[in-house]
């Protein structure tokens, strides 16, 4: 297993190029380079922006924005996609950029409540901890004013304080997959180039409610 940057779309892809010339069995994860033709395996981040948009939604928020990672990071320029197809108006300045960290998700998740918005959707827990953080600095309670919803369901979420809503990839199934689909090139099998989609699970817990009135 290598890891990389090939989840920025500018970022330079020839030493995978090189691994496809040498016919080196790779398996993408969470990120596809349609160009080479490499498998991949990735959560669908589409579904997993409309199960927290609906479920937020769902609990009287209107004012709904986003904490994404980097412009050129594909799985966020994918859930801004999604968001943008679910909520047909989304104000540019309900979406918000940061580095994949607690400190990024509170700048952020900042920006996001002094523009009104009442419920946060995280690219990952992190920054969705960030944006909790974010809220109670500013007196708001979380989830009584604002509720804030992760990605990934990393480990202790259930410990947090409130516990955090969060949609979970399926990281067992996808890892099967992708071990699967190695052990396939390495027996010299075909393996399809298509990016292989999983399905995330929304993890509803203590830190969305509903929308406060007023």
Same mark, same amino acid.
């Given at each position: 297993f290598a890891g990389g940057l090939y989840a920025q779309a500018d970022a330079p892809h020839d030493h995978y190029k090189e691994l496809a010339d040498r016919n080196i069995p790779v398996v993408l994860v969470n990120a596809a380079i349609e160009h080479l033709g490499f498998p991949a395996v990735s959560c669908d981040d589409a579904v997993a922006v409309e199960q927290a948009w609906r479920h937020l939604a769902s609990l009287g928020h209107e004012r709904i924005g +986003? !904490? +994404?990672?980097?412009?050129?990071?594909?799985? =966020? @320029?994918?859930? +801004?996609?999604?968001?943008? =197809? !679910? @909520? $047909?108006? +989304?104000? #540019? #300045?309900? !979406?918000? $950029?940061a580095i994949f960290s607690i400190e990024g998700g509170h700048a952020a998740a900042s920006r996001l409540i002094d523009r009104g918005v009442t419920g946060i959707i995280c690219a990952s827990d992190p920054l969705a901890l960030g944006a909790i953080r974010a809220a109670r600095r500013k007196g708001l309670g979380v989830p009584s004013r604002i509720s804030v919803v992760g990605y990934d369901d990393s480990a202790f979420m259930n410990c947090t304080e409130p516990p955090l809503t969060t949609v979970r990839q399926p990281i067992e199934a996808m890892g099967r997959a992708a071990v699967e689909l190695l052990n396939a090139q390495i027996a010299g099998a075909p393996v399809p180039a298509e990016e292989l989609l999983f399905e995330p699970e929304l993890v509803v817990r203590g830190s969305t409610a509903q929308a406060p009135r007023g």
């Amino acid at each position: 297993f290598a890891g990389g940057l090939y989840a920025q779309a500018d970022a330079p892809h020839d030493h995978y190029k090189e691994l496809a010339d040498r016919n080196i069995p790779v398996v993408l994860v969470n990120a596809a380079i349609e160009h080479l033709g490499f498998p991949a395996v990735s959560c669908d981040d589409a579904v997993a922006v409309e199960q927290a948009w609906r479920h937020l939604a769902s609990l009287g928020h209107e004012r709904i924005g +986003l !904490v +994404l990672g980097p412009a050129d990071h594909m799985p =966020s @320029a994918r859930k +801004l996609t999604a968001a943008r =197809s !679910v @909520a $047909r108006d +989304l104000p #540019e #300045e309900h !979406v918000a $950029r940061a580095i994949f960290s607690i400190e990024g998700g509170h700048a952020a998740a900042s920006r996001l409540i002094d523009r009104g918005v009442t419920g946060i959707i995280c690219a990952s827990d992190p920054l969705a901890l960030g944006a909790i953080r974010a809220a109670r600095r500013k007196g708001l309670g979380v989830p009584s004013r604002i509720s804030v919803v992760g990605y990934d369901d990393s480990a202790f979420m259930n410990c947090t304080e409130p516990p955090l809503t969060t949609v979970r990839q399926p990281i067992e199934a996808m890892g099967r997959a992708a071990v699967e689909l190695l052990n396939a090139q390495i027996a010299g099998a075909p393996v399809p180039a298509e990016e292989l989609l999983f399905e995330p699970e929304l993890v509803v817990r203590g830190s969305t409610a509903q929308a406060p009135r007023g």
